[in-house]
């Protein structure tokens, strides 16, 4: 059975992104039998309303009266579509025109819950975003993109830790199911990483596309609008959020000791201007209370060591 394909763009004054990688959008959905593009606008200044009205009337067209931030954006969009399969979609990444035709095959099994394919720069054409190989140690829950050239000539799929939520393509109603992005993480980062790891849990498959690809024009739109120590902050603190989640047994306690130390010592150097990393774990100690009662959802049917070792067995096997 063929599939329906709604693609769910979060713009904030990005205008320009969107004339220029529409079209490529549209391109890449010519081989799909029905499809619709949901533009969230989170409250733009630049005009891009207007623009799409007149240039792209067909879109479907989601205003933000406040700027809301991507997850809940997406959220919204999520909601309001329509079709089997929702492709999540930055509005500075470029489509290949075979990006979404390629990755459909990988819906024809019930267990799968997503895909995504190789993000290139634009510019050099090198690779910036592979497969998300995981791992658990002290510092917690952590992964590495592996971005070797030779992952483009592999004729097999492959899983991957997490989707990236600037080019995924996951079943709308498994995300719903898992109620989208959580605000835990607002306003930015690691969304897109817990939603994945809560699919691998309920026992739902993730792969990585590797006839997939698509070109990123790098933006910089977070440091348009926030500063670095801000933005170091929220990576910091969504990564300890993570961990803290969803780490059970040794690894849990591991890993809340370990923060305790760790949090001690950036926090006396802090003192001294010598480190940067501190404000991110007394943001993750302040929202510590929130995460005690914080509830989850998700249909957890497996455990999360075995899916990390799942994962890796899998991608390292094609290693060989």
Same mark, same amino acid.
């Given at each position: 059975?063929?599939?329906?394909?709604?693609?769910?763009?979060?713009?904030?004054?990005?205008? /320009?992104?969107?004339?220029?990688?529409?079209?490529?959008?549209?391109?890449?959905?010519?081989?799909?039998?029905?499809? /619709? *593009?949901?533009?969230?606008?989170?409250?733009?200044?630049?005009?891009?309303? $207007?623009?799409?009205?007149?240039?792209?009337?067909?879109?479907?067209? *989601?205003?933000?009266?406040?700027?809301?931030?991507?997850?809940?954006?997406?959220?919204?969009?999520?909601?309001?579509?329509?079709?089997?399969?929702?492709?999540?979609?930055?509005?500075?990444? &470029?489509?290949?025109? &075979?990006?979404?035709?390629?990755?459909?095959?990988?819906?024809?099994?019930?267990?799968?819950?997503?895909?995504?394919?190789?993000?290139?720069?634009?510019?050099?054409?090198?690779?910036?975003?592979?497969?998300? =190989?995981?791992?658990?140690?002290?510092?917690?829950?952590?992964?590495? $993109?592996?971005?070797?050239?030779?992952?483009?000539? =592999? $004729?097999?799929?492959?899983?991957?830790?997490?989707?990236?939520?600037?080019?995924?393509?996951?079943?709308?109603?498994?995300?719903? /199911?898992?109620?989208?992005?959580?605000?835990?993480?607002?306003?930015?980062?690691?969304?897109?990483? $817990?939603?994945?790891?809560?699919? =691998?849990?309920?026992?739902?498959?993730?792969?990585?596309?590797?006839?997939?690809?698509?070109?990123?024009?790098?933006?910089?739109?977070?440091?348009?609008?926030?500063? &670095?120590?801000?933005?170091?902050?929220?990576?910091?603190?969504?990564?300890?959020?993570?961990?803290?989640?969803?780490?059970?047994?040794?690894?849990?306690?591991?890993?809340?000791?370990?923060?305790?130390?760790?949090?001690?010592?950036?926090?006396?150097?802090?003192?001294?201007?010598?480190?940067?990393?501190?404000?991110?774990?007394?943001?993750?100690?302040?929202?510590?209370?929130?995460?005690?009662?914080?509830?989850?959802?998700?249909?957890?049917?497996?455990?999360?060591?075995?899916?990390?070792? /799942? *994962?890796?067995?899998?991608?390292?096997?094609?290693?060989?």
């Amino acid at each position: 059975m063929s599939k329906s394909v709604s693609v769910i763009i979060p713009s904030f004054n990005g205008k /320009e992104l969107l004339e220029e990688n529409l079209p490529f959008v549209i391109q890449s959905l010519g081989a799909v039998p029905r499809s /619709e *593009i949901i533009i969230v606008d989170d409250a733009s200044s630049d005009g891009s309303i $207007d623009f799409l009205k007149s240039n792209y009337p067909e879109t479907i067209m *989601i205003q933000n009266v406040e700027n809301i931030g991507f997850g809940p954006s997406i959220n919204a969009g999520l909601e309001k579509a329509n079709y089997d399969l929702v492709l999540l979609l930055n509005n500075d990444i &470029k489509l290949d025109k &075979k990006y979404i035709s390629t990755s459909l095959k990988y819906f024809e099994h019930p267990g799968t819950f997503g895909v995504m394919g190789i993000i290139k720069d634009e510019l050099s054409g090198v690779i910036i975003e592979g497969i998300k =190989w995981p791992r658990i140690s002290v510092s917690g829950l952590n992964y590495k $993109d592996l971005r070797m050239p030779e992952i483009e000539n =592999w $004729d097999e799929p492959v899983f991957t830790f997490y989707l990236c939520g600037g080019n995924a393509i996951v079943d709308r109603e498994k995300m719903l /199911e898992l109620q989208g992005f959580l605000d835990i993480y607002h306003p930015f980062y690691l969304e897109d990483v $817990d939603l994945s790891l809560r699919a =691998w849990l309920s026992g739902w498959k993730l792969y990585f596309n590797p006839e997939a690809q698509c070109f990123h024009k790098h933006s910089a739109t977070i440091s348009k609008y926030h500063s &670095k120590d801000f933005v170091n902050l929220i990576s910091k603190r969504n990564r300890l959020i993570l961990s803290y989640l969803y780490l059970t047994g040794y690894n849990e306690i591991l890993f809340r000791i370990s923060t305790y130390i760790k949090s001690l010592y950036y926090k006396l150097f802090y003192t001294f201007n010598l480190s940067h990393i501190y404000p991110g774990y007394r943001e993750f100690f302040r929202v510590l209370g929130k995460l005690n009662t914080y509830q989850v959802p998700m249909n957890k049917r497996k455990n999360l060591k075995k899916v990390i070792t /799942e *994962i890796q067995r899998d991608i390292g096997g094609k290693f060989k």
